[in-house]
């Protein structure tokens, strides 16, 4: 059976860090693509960053180069999303989901399987 099981996300100041978690269970982060993906209230979902393990390739939306790492964790089949120099634009809930693609222009595509989410708040 397929999971995805977000965790770290919470209230965090403007500059500040937060590292988000996602356990995965069912299947091998070797073989599959894993996205994490936020939607803020009144906004359409968006890709964040993208990790391909099978073609060892990583990926990340304009907004948060430079302040956000995606990395994965085959031995524990953990992906973290570790989020330096927060701002309030990315307060929104997170979630991974398994991805049946990747590609270098638009990270991961036609996930399969999504995580219930976790919120993240971007305030002083």
């Known amino acids: 059976q397929v999971q995805l099981v977000e965790s770290g996300g919470g209230l965090v100041q403007p500059g500040g860090s937060l590292r988000l978690s996602c356990v995965a269970s069912?299947?091998?982060?070797?073989?599959?693509?894993i996205g994490w993906f936020r939607q803020a209230p009144g906004k359409e979902r968006e890709g964040v960053a993208c990790?391909?393990?099978?073609?060892?390739?990583?990926w990340y939306t304009d907004a948060v180069k430079g302040r956000f790492t995606i990395s994965g964790d085959n031995d524990k089949n953990t992906v973290y999303l570790q989020m330096n120099n927060v701002k309030s634009d990315d307060s929104a809930i997170y979630y991974c989901?398994?991805?049946?693609?990747?590609?270098?222009?638009?990270?991961?595509?036609?996930?399969?399987?999504w995580g219930q989410g976790t919120q993240v708040t971007v305030s002083s």
């Open positions: 069912g299947f091998s982060l070797r073989l599959w693509p």
């Open positions: 990790i391909s393990n099978d073609v060892g390739s990583t």
């Open positions: 989901a398994r991805a049946t693609g990747y590609s270098d222009l638009a990270g991961c595509y036609s996930s399969d399987f």
